[in-house]
Every structure is written in C-alpha cells, then in structure tokens.
C-alpha cells in the first residue's frame, strides 16, 4: 500500500510540471510566445449562438457580432494550430456580457463585439460562449502547455443605449472628457463620449447597482451572487467600493477557471493604486485556484499582469510621464507594459534593436519585461500595415528580447485594409482561414512564423536571455544567453545569411563536438576543432540549438 501510495504522488507532482521535464525549458512570461485574438473575429465554433439580445441592427463595416466564439478557439486548441504556431500564451479580448444595444457616433451603428463595453463582469456574453465552453479552453490549453490570459477592463463600464442604463453616479461619472494634458486630465474623466467612467479613486461603500441587482434576481443566481460578495469583503476587509466589486468579479475567472493572467486594459486612466490592488487581489485567487486544483497546476510561474499604458515604450525604461508627473507601473502590480516603441524599432537594424532592448531588460528593467508587438486592434498605424514586409516582422519579433505578441492574422497577412471599414474595424477584420487553406504564399509565411516560434517556446534565452553579436565577417550572428537558478540556455542566430554553406565560430559558446541543430532548416552540425560550426542550406536563416 505504501509503495502505490509512493508512486501515486509521484505521478500527479509531475504531473503538475509537464513543461519542465526532462529535456525541456522551463517557461518564463519573460520570454513569452503571446497570440493576441479577437475572440468574435477569429474562429466561429457555434453558429447557433451568434445573435443574443436581439442584436440584429444593421451596423457599419466590421462593427457588428462576427460569429467568433470561444468553441473557436477551442478547436484551433484541438488541431494544433496554436502549438505548431509555437504559442504558449493566448490573450483574448474580454468575453464578460456586453451591452445588448447598439452606439452610433456618426459612423454607422456600432455593437460590443470587441469586448470592451462590459454590462456584467459576473457572465459571459453567450455571443463568446459559455461557462462550459471558457473551463474546456483553459483545461484544452493547459494540457498543451498554453497559457490563458483574458483582458480586464475596471476603468468603465459600456456605453449608455436605449437598451442599456448608465451604472448610478455613485458608480461612474459622465463627464468631463479626458483632455489627456495632465495626469488629473487623464484619469479623472471618460476616455471619449458616453462611455461612462468607473469612480476608482473612491473608496466609499456603495450599493450594487439596481439593474445586476434585478437581472441577477430574473436570472436566479442573486442569493448566490450576494452570498460570494460577503464572504469577499469579509476575508480582504476593503470597504464596498465600485473598484472592489470588480476586482472581485474578475478575480472569480481565476478561481473558478484556473487562467494565467490578464491584459489590462486603459491602464494609465485610473489612479496607479488600483493595479496594485488587482494584482494582490488576483495573484491570491490564482494561490487558491492551484492549492485546490494541484493535479491542473502548468508549473509555479506567478499570475501574470501586462499593462496597456498607451504610448509607453521601452525607452521609457520603468516610468511614464504625464507631462505633471511620472508614474512607474511596474512598481504598482504590473510584471510587464505592452511596448508602443516596437513598431519604431521595427524600422532599425536588427542589431540595434536586439542590443538595445537586451540592454534596458537587462539593467533598468531587470526583473521585468515589455511585450512587443507589430500590429495590434487600436493601433491604426501598425509596423506593415500593407503586409509588404511580413518575413521581416516576423523575424524581428519573433527573435527580438522581450515578450512577443502575434495579432491574429500576422502570420496570415490577414489584410489590414478593408473597403468601407472605418477607423480600428478595418484591423479587426475575420481570420482568413480560406487562405491557411488555399494560398500558397500564405502557407510559406506561416511556416516561417511557425519556425521561429518554436525555436522561440523552446529556448527562454530567445525572449529572457542576453544578446550579443558575433564576430563574423560580413555576416550577421549572435548568441543568447540565459541562466536563472539552476535552468540554463544557449542559442546561436544567423540573419541575412547567404544560400548554401554558412560558417559561424562559436567559441566560448558551444564546446568543441557539441551537436548542433539547425531548428529552421532540420539539418544537423557538429562544433568542429577549430569551433567552427557549418550549415549547407536553402535558406537565409540559422536558427543554432543543442542537438
């Protein structure tokens, strides 16, 4: 009985590490392979459930409920799309109930689809899915060795709509609009128009609003609801508070779903102290969810936090300034700032962007990371908007230190120009799965995207580790170097190479004997004598691992 004991445990430790066993790397968010995706835009798995709340007003281009879903992602999960992809984190925009009407600005009726107009933080809009469909995800995932991270919004609610009601004052403020000139000027106001603005820099206690109060109720979950509300207050002891409540419902995806971290959203429009308090709010549920659920555990990688500060860069180093006052982010909550500089960077050499940004994550920026991207959904002026160059994003992002993040469609060229789309929903437009399929162009580039992120996932000296060039004449390597405790990491890169034979010297680096592999062309070498290192093929690129 001892012994089946003995092995039994055995069993489910390793089973709660399976991506740091023998022969593997451990994951670290430093160095992250992200896919960034539009939950209605990528993939629609459940054509039933694609008109809720009789959302059936004609709307603008792209600015209407696509179909996408979580059953979608899901199957993409189940077909390796994601892991051939090299991607071992999925971000995906909000998935909580949006509201059920329609905006229109002048541009045409517009609905939540993307997920940024919340009605209720506590359900998920059954355009995305359901409960059952959000578990199967991160479970489908997590056996894949995927993280999840959902994108949370606590600064405002959604719009106001002949079908949705303005939250109550105590709740939100209406006005002024955000002049974005000060500090005060771009986090005490709404970001634009009817979008109420969350009062997070109060602290008194206020009622629940009257509607979730009554949609809970006709719903027969609101016993329930206020039951978890207590018990919440009563274990932190934070007074009721509009920002409390939300960070609670928030934290609830965690505990009850097991997900990995959370994209936050409009980040520099409240009061710094909220992100700190999410953390620690969310950082204990994920503490709780793996105490209770050990067996489903990927490894012991704290809850991951990235931030959209807009217009921080990584030349910023750790503080952003508001023109009246900086603030450091990463002192308050966040593990890493999406990196608006990339796309400018993008423009530089290879060399000076690698060496730049290992030297800033390596010295100012010890201990934390940016989170680089070449097109995003609100970034109207991405680094190849006419996908002219889309070998060279990939290869710079994908190679570049930092965290990288794949927009859905880049490794597609999904076309970032849509006839009669206006503003960010020419960005948003439907995965191309028709290309995956039928292009022949397209399955090159995401063979290429392919290549490189798995060389990527493998190896956490690609994002987390050191740069630094090789000698070489007229050609362009370089190593990277990665140690943390008792996990090790080495690299060799080639860029520009020319077709057919390449040589690198590595000493100092690999040893001389030491079996090589060439992750992007599959051939195999040997460090010679002389620690030389030679590799014949077709290709432009060397990607150097140990055999």
């Known amino acids: 009985m001892k012994k089946m004991f003995l092995a039994a445990w055995f069993f489910a430790i390793l089973s709660c590490v399976p991506l740091q066993q023998a022969g593997k790397q451990p994951f670290v968010w430093e160095g992250a392979n992200v896919y960034f ?125 002949p079908q949705d009601s303005v939250f109550p004052a105590d709740w939100v403020r209406t006005s002024p609009q955000c002049t974005y000139d000060s500090y005060r000027n771009t986090t005490a106001c709404t970001l634009v128009a009817n979008l109420p603005d969350i009062l997070t820099e109060h602290n008194a206690p206020v009622q629940l609003p009257k509607m979730l109060v009554v949609k809970w109720k006709a719903e027969g979950r609101y016993e329930e609801e206020i039951k978890e509300l207590e018990a919440f207050f009563m274990k932190t002891g934070y007074p009721r508070a509009p920002k409390y409540y939300i960070m609670k419902w928030l934290a609830d995806y965690i505990t009850d779903f097991g997900i990995d971290g959370y ?27 793996k105490r209770k659920n050990p067996n489903l555990v990927l490894d012991d990688s704290r809850f991951f936090t990235v931030g959209e500060v807009y217009g921080y ?80 994003a990939a290869t710079k992002l994908l190679l570049s230190p930092g965290i990288s993040q794949i927009y859905y469609g880049d490794e597609t060229a999904r076309s970032l120009t849509i006839p009669g789309a206006e503003g960010d929903a020419t960005l948003r437009s439907n995965m191309n799965w028709i290309d995956v399929v039928n292009n022949v162009e397209t399955k090159k ?39 943390e405790g008792s996990a090790e990491d080495k690299v060799v890169v080639g ?5 057919g034979e390449k040589n690198v010297n590595v000493e100092g680096i690999f040893p001389a004997g030491t079996k090589l592999r060439d992750a992007y062309s599959g051939k195999t070498a040997q460090v010679s004598d002389r620690n030389h290192v030679s590799v014949n093929s077709e290709f432009t690129i060397v990607l150097l691992e140990k055999e």
Do not use: C
């Open 313 to 392: 860069g990584i030349s910023q180093k750790q503080n952003y300034d508001f023109g009246d006052r900086k603030v450091n982010y990463f002192q308050n909550g966040f593990g890493s700032l999406i990196n608006f500089d990339f796309k400018g960077d993008a423009t530089k050499s290879y060399e000076e962007t690698f060496s730049k940004y290992s030297q800033i994550l390596n010295s100012e920026m010890k201990g934390y990371s940016v989170m680089n991207y070449t097109t995003s959904h609100d970034d109207g002026s991405p680094f190849d908007k006419d996908r002219k160059k889309t070998y060279e």
């Open 37 to 161: 995706l539009l939950t209605d835009r990528f993939s629609n798995g459940n054509p039933n459930n694609d008109v809720n709340f009789g959302r059936t007003e004609k709307t603008a281009v792209l600015r209407g409920f696509e179909g996408g879903d979580l059953r979608g992602v899901i199957q993409k999960i189940d077909e390796g799309y994601f892991s051939d992809l090299g991607v071992n984190a999925i971000w995906m925009t909000p998935v909580v109930e949006q509201i059920h009407g329609a905006t229109n600005e002048g541009t045409g009726n517009t609905y939540g689809f993307h997920g940024y107009w919340t009605k209720d933080w506590t359900a998920l809009d059954p355009n995305f899915g359901t409960r059952e469909d959000l578990k199967e995800l991160v479970q489908k995932a997590h056996k894949k060795g995927i993280r999840i991270v959902l994108d949370a919004v606590i600064n405002h609610t959604g719009p106001v709509t």
């Open 445 to 483: 580039l995401l063979a290429h995207y392919q290549k490189l992120g798995k060389f990527r996932a493998a190896h956490p000296a690609v994002g987390a580790g050191v740069h630094q060039k090789i000698a070489s004449s007229g050609q362009y390597w370089f190593v990277r170097s990665y140690k």
């Open 495 to 499: 860029l520009d190479l020319p077709k």
């Open 263 to 289: 994209r936050i959203d409009t980040v520099k429009h409240t009061n710094e102290d909220v992100w700190k308090e999410f953390q620690k709010v969310s950082q204990e549920a994920f503490d709780e969810y």
